[in-house]
């Protein structure tokens, strides 16, 4: 159907209207991205946390991997083991290429009881090379208050490997370390007693006062009720009624999807060399210009012989040869309502290594040109 608009008045309001819809389109654009989270997996609730636990113990059975005599605790360690067993041996006579010291480390889980299974991981803490067919004697675990909270027992199971032969060897991963699949059992839990609690703080993994806010708002439409309120940027505080089922009210809190803002953030690890640029960064427009200075020196050494029935003696000359080579300035136009795609597009077609990326990132941000929080690793 054609439509022929004859008024002015009608042809000009449709053409504000045109330019009002374009304009609310390239907004809808630039607004942050946001994504649906649930509780469970973006915050803790407040106490029920794991605990860390550690020990110091031996591993035996291993064949000839284990640490030297140079390595003295050891010796002492397998000692005062023997001793506790009734076995009187001085600690010259031991010889502990079979035997390994090591650390085990642990995490307590929250409303662990006498009996739960834990995972272990077990590392060297002498000179030994490798821990594989190993076993973990009976040790003690202890948590930050010194008490005992589980024991430790049990076959190493290992995720690499130490070959040697001949004065050649080869290594795979770390075969210093290793894990005992539940292999700790404990013998005393850490009290945290539910009932009779009024409030409960929801602690957010990321501060930020609108997430705070969005969390608080969903756990009321999920309630039908005023239970919760953002006491700041993190922590987000739950009334809990007289009488209520407070493992029920958890539960029905964790599942409970929220809508989050999350920052603009770029994570840059200088170690590696590695770039994440998160997707809701924007850009400003800006010119870039990059180039460097290649210096190479080569140095050759050549042999100088004389002729036959001279004085002259045979010597080494040193022949350097310098080379300089200056790259030609790239430039990088970036325009508005430019994306972090273009940015990165942009910065293959010049060739630039992850070095130059994250000097080039740090610079846009100092220049203002990114909009964007850069994390350093």
Request: hydrophobic share 45%; no cysteine; charged share 20%.
């Amino acid at each position: 159907m054609l439509i022929v608009l004859r008024d002015r008045r009608i042809r000009f309001a449709l053409g504000l209207l045109l330019l009002f819809v374009a304009e609310v389109a390239l907004l809808a654009d630039t607004v942050p991205a946001q994504r649906q989270a649930r509780i469970k997996d973006i915050a803790t609730i407040e106490g029920i946390r794991e605990n860390q636990l550690v020990g110091y113990g031996i591993v035996v059975g291993l064949n000839g991997s284990g640490d030297s005599q140079q390595t003295a605790f050891p010796v002492q360690t397998l000692a005062a083991t023997l001793l506790r067993m009734g076995v009187s041996v001085p600690t010259s006579a031991i010889r502990v290429q079979n035997m390994a010291a090591v650390f085990i480390s642990a995490a307590l889980p929250a409303f662990a009881r006498s009996g739960t299974r834990v995972d272990l991981t077990v590392s060297s803490a002498g000179d030994a090379r490798s821990l594989e067919g190993g076993l973990l004697l009976m040790t003690p675990l202890y948590g930050t208050d010194g008490r005992i909270y589980a024991e430790a027992q049990g076959p190493l199971v290992l995720g690499g490997y130490s070959v040697s032969a001949n004065g050649n060897s080869k290594s795979v991963n770390h075969p210093t370390t290793a894990r005992i699949p539940m292999g700790g059992s404990v013998e005393r839990g850490v009290p945290l007693d539910l009932a009779g609690r009024t409030t409960f703080n929801i602690l957010l993994q990321d501060a930020d006062f609108r997430s705070a806010r969005s969390m608080a708002d969903a756990i009321n439409k999920e309630l039908g009720r005023p239970a919760a309120h953002a006491s700041n940027s993190r922590s987000v505080e739950l009334q809990v009624k007289a009488g209520e089922d407070v493992p029920e009210l958890l539960s029905r809190v964790e599942g409970v999807e929220v809508t989050l803002s999350p920052k603009a953030k770029v994570v840059v690890n200088e170690r590696t060399g590695t770039v994440v640029i998160g997707g809701n960064v924007v850009l400003q427009p800006a010119s870039i210009l990059h180039g460097g200075l290649a210096v190479n020196i080569v140095s050759e050494f050549e042999v100088s012989q004389p002729n036959g029935f001279s004085n002259g003696s045979t010597k080494v000359v040193q022949q350097t040869q310098v080379d300089a080579k200056e790259k030609p300035v790239n430039r990088i136009d970036l325009k508005s309502g430019s994306t972090v795609e273009d940015l990165v597009r942009s910065l293959q077609m010049i060739g630039a290594t992850a070095r130059d990326v994250i000097s080039i990132l740090q610079a846009m941000k100092s220049a203002g040109a990114v909009e964007a929080e850069i994390e350093v690793l």
